[in-house]
């Protein structure tokens, strides 16, 4: 069992859609949890970074950790065309300075 | 502006060559990484540094060499023992203290001739 799980996609959604892009994992020594973007050829862009269990707002994004059964969200309202992009999430902590990558999830916005 | 530089964008390997692909930044980040993605992959960690004139092998530093003798270069060698090279390489660095974030360049395409 990989130490986070993530659904590849493609996740197709029609313009002004709510999103849910999800992550589970097994280890619960994790302690801060990132989402990125990554368009196509490009680096990945930190978009959100939580620390504890709860929701985090930012503009039309939220993240969501729920420490107790191991599961992360990021929801994003309002979805654009220039959201699609592949989603990755990371976990850190633990006593380790390498983030776990999740594969990513590629989201598709279609007008 | 503050960031992480990778050069070149895309980078051409002859068989039997060894090729160095770039990584600066100017984050005054103490750590840096190199990651390997394909297609539909996720991250692969090839090597990483925490602190000048040390570094680390990650989960598939065979093939793959790296210095670092200064704290905003980490560049990456690609040598002749990587069979399979072609790929998107993506360095990053580390910010520590409240947010342990890495954050990413802009990465480097090698493809092979």
């Known amino acids: 069992q990989k130490e986070v799980e993530q659904d590849p996609g493609p996740l197709s959604v029609p313009e002004g859609a709510i999103v849910s892009l999800n992550c589970t994992y097994s280890n619960s020594a994790f302690q801060y949890f990132m989402w990125y973007r990554q368009y196509s050829r490009k680096g990945p862009e930190l978009l959100m970074y939580?620390?504890?269990?709860g929701n985090k707002e930012d503009g039309r994004f939220t993240a969501q950790v729920d420490k107790s059964s191991k599961y992360i969200s990021l929801f994003i309202r309002d979805s654009q065309p220039s959201d699609s992009a592949t989603y990755l999430c990371a976990l850190g902590g633990g006593g380790s300075y390498i983030p776990t990558f999740g594969r990513g999830t590629s989201l598709i916005v279609h007008p | 502006d503050g960031g992480i530089t990778q050069s070149p964008k895309y980078l051409f390997r002859k068989e039997g060559q060894n090729v160095t692909l770039s990584c600066e930044q100017n984050?005054?980040?103490?750590?840096m990484y190199w990651y390997r993605q394909d297609p539909g992959q996720g991250l692969r960690l090839i090597y990483y540094s925490q602190i000048v004139n040390d570094f680390q092998k990650g989960d598939i530093a065979e093939g793959y060499s790296v210095s670092r003798e200064k704290k905003e270069s980490f560049p990456l060698t690609v040598t002749s023992a990587q069979k399979n090279p072609t790929a998107f390489y993506l360095c990053?660095?580390?910010?520590?203290?409240?947010?342990?974030?890495?954050?990413f360049g802009p990465g480097t395409r090698l493809l092979v001739l």
């Open positions: 984050l005054n980040h103490d750590a």
């Open positions: 990053a660095s580390r910010r520590t203290g409240l947010q342990e974030t890495q954050y």
């Open positions: 939580t620390y504890s269990s």
